[in-house]
């Protein structure tokens, strides 16, 4: 399939953000004084490079021999009929190297800080994809690499903290606030401001200080550029409806974002209900949250009165954040897109019921996705398509199954 | 005049170098921070800085970080620091205080209604760490609105333009920040800030004061030589968290730190 990223680019950001990376009131750039000349720095870099033929070239060329892209659009008709509404495809992301969309942005990020002469990066992880990813680029690039990972995460996490080590790189404990992904994007902006002169700092979603919110869209909205030309391909149509998965919100902004002048296409985006809202365990800012600052920009946030941030509960580990990507609060109050929630049981059976019709086995994030792709299906009929980003692959995720179902591996 | 540009001209006059100690609010405990401040005054502190508990306090090290969780197991708000504030201001009426914090509990208070509360509790300037000038606009018209003074932070990594920015933005004083890192490090180059405050000094005729890395006597008295003002946090916060067991006894032992770094201080302007 022939990919043209620099046009794309080019045309979809006439708009938003603005030059200091506002979608509307959210996003900005939020961080301490040391940071925002290593920012500028960045979005300097990053503006030039993403116009660059030859940077282009070279992304799109990793995109497809390293990552192996473009990844299939599948029907699941099996899936389809056992729901028996929508026909639903899946955008196949969990088949990229190292089995998540995170992949594509690192590789981009990468590329950018050896353009910057960066020989070292960092990244923040949660349930240790991103890390891995970054990890993992770090390796093919020949880069120094740490990985801030919550103390409360490594111990849940000792596969993917052990992958992250064979790579090379060091993965750095934080026993700080609730010892999870926020205490980790802490610590990275920490470990950032200290060795700025020989850093870059990978973050893996499409939240963080302007540019991060506008460079990982635009390192993911390849998925969805792909999505879009694969659906005219194999139904002559565009979608109903797209569904992802939202955390920090990084795959679903790489499906929604090439699609967003597409009026007649419904964007759901799906955050964790954990036990439920009313429970209050959950991890749904947009849905549940109020607008804050955290973390270098302003956006919907889980928090209290006083404005200290919330811990979060989520059975998917790469969903369990307090905030949200700002481009995301943005399409939640403009209505462009539609945001709802799924529990962790519903994302459960969503889980099972995916692997025992198709034969993939989901990552726990993208089964929320899943979960409330079944919801939506039921109601439409056999005609419609709904587009579901299929962000990661499952088999992380076995440990925590098995251990929900009591049972030992 | 503001506190904070009164107190600058009276230590100008007597070409003395303002001393600023900095203590997290409600840390180990609500009832301890009062009775501080009134010890760190009298120990020879010009003005006080009062850190606003924060749940992620990302331009800060672990000293200040474990004081934000210290006092957040008291759920010490930001309404209950200028309760604070209120108190200290009944018996003391002239040393200036600025708050120093991150914006999020701020932004849900409102900037308009939490400028209006801090200058009635007695605030004089407000530092947040988090906003650089770029996104203060809002919040420095509801601060000036209600006489509270803006101050805003230069770091080594400050290009000329970003001083211009700053000085249009700041009041009271600038705050500039030693080194690239996070409070509590050290990595203090007295050579190097000083060639910094020049540059600054062509931008603005703010005073300059100058935190993080200073941990004794020693740092406070060549930071002082430089600077118009130096601030001290993590080497008193850390004393803190030695002595969460026996409170009674912070006041009096953050005390005699502050009293020897006066003295050092002031020695330093004689010579």
Redesign the interface.
Known sequence: MEQRPAAEAAKLNDTLPDERGHFGPYGGQFVAETLMRPLDELNAAFSQYIKDPEFLAEFDSDLRHYVGRPSPLYYAERLSDAIGGARIYLKREDLNHTGAHKINNTVGQALLARRMGKRRVIAETGAGQHGVASATVAARFGMECVVYMGAEDIRRQAINVYRMRLLGAEVVPVESGSRTLKDALNEALRDWVTNVDNTFYIIGTVAGPHPYPVMVREFQAVIGREARAQVLEQTGRLPDALVACVGGGSNAIGLFYPFLDDQDVTIYGIEAGGDGLDTGRHAAPLCAGKSGVLHGNRTYLMEDSDGQIIETHSISAGLDYPGVGPEHAWLKDSGRARYDTVTDTEALAAFHQLTRTEGIMPALESSHALAYTARLAAGMDRDSIIVVNLSGRGDKDIHTVADLEGIRV | MSRIQLRFRELGEQRRKALIPYVTAGDPQPDVTVPLLHALVAAGADLVEIGVP??????D??VI?AAC?RA?VH?V???DVLDMVREFRNSDKDTPVILMG????????GYEDFAEVAAAAGVDGVLT????P??ADDLVRALQAHSLDTI????????EE?MHL?SQSASGFIYY?SF???TG?NRLDVGAVADKLDVIRGFTDLPLGVGFGIRDPESAAEVARVADAVVVGSALVGKVAGLVDSPELIPAELAATVAAMRTAIDAQAVT
């Open positions: 924060f749940s992620d306090p990302m331009a090290g672990p970080q969780e957040l759920h708000s930001l309404h991150y914006l999020n509990p701020i932004e849900v208070w760490v988090d906003m650089p770029e996104e805003f932070l230069l770091s080594p990594t400050s290009s970003r700053v920040v690239k890192g996070v490090a």
